[in-house]
């Protein structure tokens, strides 16, 4: 037998380290050749890394939300020899070389099969990292130290994480035989999407002076179009929100505001303006927000449009969408649907210069032509990039798309 150290390849975009996302397998586990190992996170999607070998896992350079530079240690197989005689990444039986330290337990409990493996986990997956008066406190509170997560480097325990496990351990059972008030706290660890976009949305909150613009639309008459077309072809034709009509509204104005359909190097100070329009649609997904992206928006009609929304869509909430479906928009739309609320100052895409937002529709008291009438409103709440967009042009901007919206027949003449 042999020992063989996987080491991360690169998994493109140039990347210099990667995220441990999530982990497919567990210390113990057999594999395969080419079975899924782990999930690694690069700035735009998770990428599957397959075992080269097959073998058993006998150690995991790293917890999930760790980030792992290309060509370091990501994972130890114990192989046949000869599968990794004359490979330079195994090491043999004999080799002196420690390995790396071992990965931290997972933040859940272990599986029954993981638990089956009990004498392959003792042997190989080594004592909890921690100090000796860590140890003895765990003995004292009679806590297993392989149950508890470590949050120190390599997953090594401290004081904070043993006290912490010991309280959600005993915190309700005291509370329950005391009959006092249950106050638990759950911590969580950031990491993966919800990290991707926590630094995002500080990147561009810290770098790019926002400011919002926000306009009301009667879209009365556009809201009754859509109804009428989905009745029209809705057993044969992708079904129509607003978004679709929002989208040809934003790429039939762009020309009029080169200015605003663009993005912004600020490091080198270039504006780059596009002619093409790669619009970008707001996703939320069981992991957070993506925004796939929508290319060259201005050949789609309303179906075809609304039909690759919904499959961007779909694909990004199944995490399926490809890498080069999560880059390269140069302006995004984003709605909160029915919950959309009054109004919003949506955080901007960098490196694009505008967002523009869409709120819900409300039936409200209106005055037309002397007459109180009942009318459907709906706001558009928008954000720009002051460096590069001035207050007069992105509200020229936003009444270009409120006219076509509120005359909606202009939607379809060039």
């Known amino acids: 037998m042999a020992r063989y150290v996987f ?16 982990w497919r397998v567990q210390v ?16 735009k999607a998770a990428v599957e890394i397959p075992s080269p070998v097959a ?6 350079c790293g917890a999930e939300g760790d980030k792992i530079a290309v060509g370091a240690p990501l994972l130890v197989l114990e192989t046949a020899a000869d599968a990794a005689a004359g490979d330079e990444a195994a090491i043999d039986a004999g ?48 806590i297993d130290l392989e149950c508890v997560p470590g949050s120190g480097p390599r997953g090594r325990i401290t004081h904070d994480d043993l006290a912490a496990y010991a309280g959600r351990a005993t915190a309700p059972a005291t509370a329950r035989a005391s009959g006092a008030p249950v106050d638990t706290v759950e911590t969580i660890k950031v990491i993966g999407l919800r990290r991707k976009i926590a ?26 179009l859509r109804q ?15 978004l679709p009509f929002l989208m040809r509204a934003l790429v039939q104005v762009r020309g009029e505001f080169p200015q605003i359909n663009a993005t912004y190097d600020d490091e080198q100070n270039l504006v780059h303006r596009h002619t093409a329009s790669h619009v970008g649609v707001a996703t939320q997904t069981p992991g957070g927000l993506v925004v796939p992206v929508v290319r060259h928006a201005e050949t789609l009609d309303l179906w075809q449009a609304a039909a690759e929304i919904r499959r961007l869509a779909d694909a990004a909430r199944d995490g399926k969408a490809k890498r080069e479906e999560l880059s ?8 909160l649907g029915a919950m959309g609320g009054i109004v919003s100052t949506p955080v901007i895409n960098a490196p694009e210069v505008a967002i523009v937002g869409v709120n819900k529709m409300v039936e409200r008291p209106m005055i037309r032509n002397g007459a109180v009438v009942p009318r459907l409103m709906m706001n558009l709440s928008s954000s720009f990039d002051h460096r590069i967009v001035d207050g007069w042009d992105a509200a020229a901007f936003i009444q270009a798309i409120k006219s076509r919206l509120e005359h909606p027949a202009t939607l379809f003449v060039d």
Do not use: C, W
């Open 199 to 224: 630094e995002a949305m500080q990147r561009a909150k810290q770098r790019i002076p926002h400011f919002a613009y926000v306009e009301e639309v009667d879209v009365t008459e556009l809201e009754a």
């Open 228 to 242: 009428h077309l989905n009745g029209r072809h809705g057993a044969t034709r992708a079904k129509l929100t607003l």
């Open 55 to 60: 073998g058993i896992v006998i150690e995991r």
């Open 7 to 22: 080491k991360l390849p690169d998994v493109g975009e140039g990347i210099a380290e990667s995220e441990i996302a999530t």
């Open 328 to 335: 390269g928009s140069t302006i995004t739309i984003t709605s």
């Open 95 to 142: 080799d002196t070389t420690a390995p790396a330290a071992p990965a931290a337990a997972p933040n859940v409990a272990p599986t029954a099969p993981t638990l089956a493996a009990g004498a392959t986990l003792s042997a190989t997956r080594g004592k909890p990292q921690t100090s000796p008066s860590v140890r003895k406190r765990s003995r004292e509170l009679g």
């Open 28 to 43: 113990g586990e057999r594999v395969v050749e080419d079975q899924p190992l782990v999930d690694m996170l690069t700035d």
